[in-house]
Antibody, heavy 120, light 107 residues
Framework: EVQLVESGGGLVKPGGSLRLSCAAS????????MNWVRQAPGKGLEWVGR??????????DYAAPVKDRFTVSRDDSKNTFYLQMSSLKTEDTAVYYC???????????WGQGSLVTVSS | EIVLTQSPATLSLSPGERATLSCRAS??????LAWYQKKPGQAPRLVIY???NRATGIPARFSGSGSGTDFTLTISSPEPEDFAVYYC?????????FGGGTKVEIK
């Protein structure tokens, strides 16, 4: 059974940094592209960023609102996926979900989410 | 960026009453459209992908149709556990985008 467990969320001041982790199990992590998707309070879903597998180049892509501030990475030896967030803004407040890629652009399995609150 | 517009924003139904949700794209996405179910406090769940394919474990009462710019998610006879918010999402063009959601609630 696929399991994705996020951690690292919390309260951070505007301009601060935070790193989320996603521990994966139940599948061959190194073979799967991974994504972060977020949901701000009372809002809809928003794709944040993606990393491909090393065999596919390990390249990353980001949504425009987070580009140059957020970095996704992976450690296949630890079956863990990361989201490094810097220069955080109040509008980054959201629940952040780790997801597996499905069919090169959909989101197959989801973690339970990690709440990030950016507030002074 | 492709904009996905979902309607209605809220759909009030009695259990067993057919639900029809709409998603319209600002330009063609071919059949590269998915639907997700989201309940409060839970992770979203993939329901339909490539416009009409049910994801693993999704009951047959869920069906998807459409191509190009107009898509429909139908729940033939909603069960109590089907009342939730549904989002469409496209993978045709970069960046990946979601619609604003349709809340399906019990009347």
């Amino acid at each position: 059974e696929v399991q994705l467990v996020e951690s690292g969320g919390g309260l951070v001041k505007p301009g601060g940094s935070l790193r989320l982790s996603c521990a994966a199990s139940g599948f061959t992590f190194s073979n799967v592209w991974m994504n972060w998707v977020r949901q701000a309070p009372g809002k809809g879903l928003e794709w944040v960023g993606r990393i491909k597998t090393k065999i596919d180049g390990g390249t990353t892509d980001y949504a425009a609102p987070v580009k140059d501030r957020f970095t996704v990475s992976r450690d296949d030896s630890k079956n863990t996926f990361y989201l490094q967030m810097s220069s955080l803004k109040t509008e980054d407040t959201a629940v952040y979900y780790c997801t597996t890629d499905f069919h090169r652009g959909y989101f197959g399995s989801w973690g339970q989410g990690s709440l990030v609150t950016v507030s002074s | 960026e492709i904009v996905l517009t979902q309607s209605p924003a809220t759909l009030s139904l009695s259990p067993g009453e057919r639900a029809t949700l709409s998603c319209r794209a600002s330009q063609s996405v071919s059949s590269y459209l998915a639907w997700y179910q989201k309940k409060p406090g839970q992770a979203p769940r993939l329901v339909i992908y490539d416009a009409s394919n049910r994801a693993t474990g999704i009951p047959a009462r869920f069906s998807g149709s459409g191509s190009g710019t107009d898509f429909t998610l139908t729940i033939s006879s909603p069960e109590p556990e089907d009342f939730a918010v549904y989002y469409c999402q496209q993978r045709s063009n970069w960046p990946l985008t979601f619609g604003g959601g349709t809340k399906v609630e019990i009347k």
